[in-house]
């Protein structure tokens, strides 16, 4: 890998970092590289981003450092990427977070995904006692239950359980925030790797906490609960319908499913992709169906090769219409090009047709499920949404002094795990700086 990093310019105004969304100093770190200072290095890139090791393998590079490259020129940009991956891959192993002194001040984190990951860490490093609550049993949300092992190894999230049990972190897993006082229940953070429901031996379910006994009983309240509420096609036969999944349902357990022999996945996002590389790998004859070109896939374009390569099949401009048992009704499109010369996508009528399939995974995005406010509902805006604060926080009508905060999917909606932690970065500082002046 020294060669590729003798490649890099060391640009002062190094444009890989300007476009990333953390800002990694990459020319300081390729410095350091090519060194052989790679501890140091790791260590700068955690500091930065406590998910280097995550964002390393995930992100979309095209998009951001690799895509930016002043080498790209040339057609021929540095992979920094890879360099990335393997300091940060192999320092996540053995990282350790210094904190300073405890401040007798505690935060709860909703989330236990990527920002609700980072958020704990960072505010952790400033003395500030943190409980994060998550209704998945183990650490890592979408990074464990939707992200396939086979393009993120388990042991980097495992990792950060780790981190959270030997800093003081108490993660509550199996836990759901609710909106009323219902079938609450004790809760205990994470023990040897484990998690508890407050009797020795017992494992399982903890229970519920509502919304608002955490703005009561903390400082301050970080929401980062992902966007795990998938979005339906809202067409005819799809309600109901045994053979119809969707894709966040599946990536969380693919090998409890029946599929049949042919599976339809619908989307074009890297969802999509995981889904239908996953569907593909058990043996199934797997078929991707979007509305635009391959161009227009808003998926990693690496991730769509990928797919490609492995023998999942593409069908361009169709959409979906109707569901039935065991077809799909779908309509053809076409591009047309507008009087402003912008390129839009259209259904031809009277192109209805129906394909076979034994499974149809729905994977058109998803949404935040915000029904967990109860009596604390936030002002909205003109949309009837949270209306969020220039500082990431959310404003209510009552006089608690406990400020609620919000990143990743909570506040952008399904967008990269690179920029959840720079959501979650911002947030964190907005949050130590305004305890720091209570």
């Given at each position: 890998?020294?060669?590729?990093?003798?490649?890099?310019?060391?640009?002062?105004?190094?444009?890989?970092?300007?476009?990333?969304?953390v800002?990694?100093?990459v020319?300081?770190?390729m410095k350091?590289?090519?060194?052989?200072?790679?501890?140091?290095?790791?260590?700068i890139?955690?500091?930065?981003?406590?998910?280097?090791?995550?964002?390393?393998?995930?992100?979309?590079?095209?998009?951001?450092?690799?895509?930016?490259?002043?080498?790209?020129?040339?057609?021929?940009?540095?992979?920094?990427?890879?360099?990335?991956?393997e300091?940060?891959?192999?320092?996540?192993?053995?990282?350790?977070?210094?904190?300073?002194?405890?401040?007798?001040?505690?935060?709860?984190?909703?989330?236990?995904?990527?920002?609700?990951?980072?958020?704990?860490?960072?505010?952790?490093?400033?003395?500030?006692?943190?409980?994060?609550?998550?209704?998945?049993?183990?650490?890592?949300?979408?990074?464990?239950?939707?992200?396939?092992?086979?393009?993120?190894?388990?042991?980097?999230?495992?990792?950060?359980?780790?981190i959270?049990?030997?800093?003081g972190?108490?993660?509550?897993?199996?836990i759901?925030i609710?909106?009323?006082d219902?079938?609450?229940?004790p809760?205990?953070?994470?023990?040897d790797?484990?998690?508890?429901?407050?009797?020795?031996?017992?494992?399982?379910?903890?229970?519920r906490?509502?919304?608002?006994?955490?703005?009561?009983?903390?400082?301050?309240?970080?929401?980062?609960?992902?966007?795990?509420?998938?979005?339906?096609?809202?067409?005819p036969g799809?309600?109901?319908?045994?053979?119809?999944?969707?894709?966040?349902?599946?990536?969380?357990?693919?090998a409890?499913?029946?599929?049949?022999?042919?599976?339809?996945?619908?989307?074009?996002?890297?969802?999509?992709?995981?889904?239908?590389?996953?569907?593909?790998?058990?043996?199934?004859?797997?078929?991707?169906?979007?509305?635009?070109?391959i161009?227009?896939?808003?998926?990693n374009?690496?991730?769509?090769?990928?797919?490609?390569?492995?023998?999942?099949?593409?069908?361009?401009?169709q959409?979906?219409?109707?569901?039935?048992?065991?077809?799909?009704?779908m309509?053809?499109?076409?591009?047309v090009?507008?009087?402003?010369?912008?390129?839009?996508?259209?259904?031809?009528?009277?192109s209805?047709?129906?394909?076979d399939?034994?499974?149809?995974?729905?994977?058109?995005?998803?949404?935040?499920?915000?029904?967990?406010?109860?009596?604390?509902?936030?002002v909205?805006?003109?949309?009837?949404?949270?209306?969020?604060?220039?500082?990431?926080?959310?404003?209510?009508?009552?006089?608690?002094?406990?400020?609620v905060?919000?990143?990743?999917?909570?506040?952008?909606?399904?967008?990269?795990?690179?920029?959840?932690?720079?959501?979650?970065?911002?947030?964190?500082?907005?949050?130590?700086?305004q305890?720091?002046?209570?």
């Amino acid at each position: 890998m020294n060669e590729e990093a003798n490649r890099c310019l060391l640009c002062k105004n190094a444009r890989c970092s300007a476009a990333c969304p953390v800002r990694t100093a990459v020319p300081e770190l390729m410095k350091l590289y090519r060194e052989g200072r790679y501890e140091e290095a790791g260590r700068i890139l955690f500091d930065n981003n406590p998910l280097s090791a995550i964002t390393s393998q995930v992100c979309d590079w095209k998009k951001f450092c690799y895509g930016h490259c002043i080498l790209n020129a040339k057609k021929v940009p540095v992979r920094w990427y890879e360099i990335e991956q393997e300091l940060s891959m192999a320092y996540i192993l053995k990282a350790e977070i210094e904190t300073e002194p405890e401040n007798g001040k505690r935060i709860a984190i909703i989330g236990g995904g990527p920002a609700g990951i980072t958020a704990a860490i960072m505010l952790r490093e400033k003395g500030y006692s943190i409980d994060l609550f998550d209704e998945n049993p183990r650490l890592g949300g979408v990074l464990r239950y939707g992200i396939p092992a086979f393009r993120l190894d388990r042991k980097h999230i495992d990792a950060y359980e780790r981190i959270f049990l030997e800093s003081g972190i108490a993660f509550h897993g199996d836990i759901r925030i609710s909106s009323s006082d219902s079938e609450l229940l004790p809760v205990s953070p994470i023990s040897d790797g484990k998690m508890k429901d407050g009797q020795d031996g017992d494992y399982g379910i903890c229970g519920r906490v509502t919304f608002e006994s955490l703005r009561e009983d903390y400082d301050a309240v970080f929401i980062s609960s992902g966007a795990g509420v998938p979005r339906k096609l809202d067409v005819p036969g799809e309600e109901g319908n045994p053979n119809v999944l969707y894709a966040l349902d599946y990536l969380r357990e693919p090998a409890t499913y029946r599929l049949g022999r042919k599976v339809i996945v619908i989307g074009g996002g890297n969802v999509t992709m995981d889904a239908s590389r996953t569907a593909n790998r058990e043996g199934h004859d797997t078929w991707i169906y979007y509305r635009k070109t391959i161009e227009n896939m808003p998926a990693n374009s690496d991730e769509i090769e990928q797919a490609r390569k492995e023998g999942v099949k593409f069908e361009l401009f169709q959409v979906p219409v109707a569901v039935k048992e065991k077809t799909i009704v779908m309509r053809d499109c076409e591009n047309v090009v507008r009087e402003d010369g912008r390129v839009s996508t259209r259904m031809i009528e009277g192109s209805d047709h129906e394909v076979d399939y034994d499974t149809l995974i729905i994977a058109i995005s998803a949404n935040v499920d915000y029904g967990f406010f109860g009596e604390s509902t936030p002002v909205s805006d003109e949309k009837g949404m949270p209306a969020v604060n220039s500082d990431q926080s959310l404003t209510f009508d009552d006089d608690k002094k406990c400020k609620v905060f919000v990143a990743g999917d909570f506040l952008l909606g399904p967008k990269t795990v690179v920029e959840a932690v720079a959501s979650a970065k911002t947030a964190a500082d907005n949050i130590d700086n305004q305890l720091r002046k209570s």
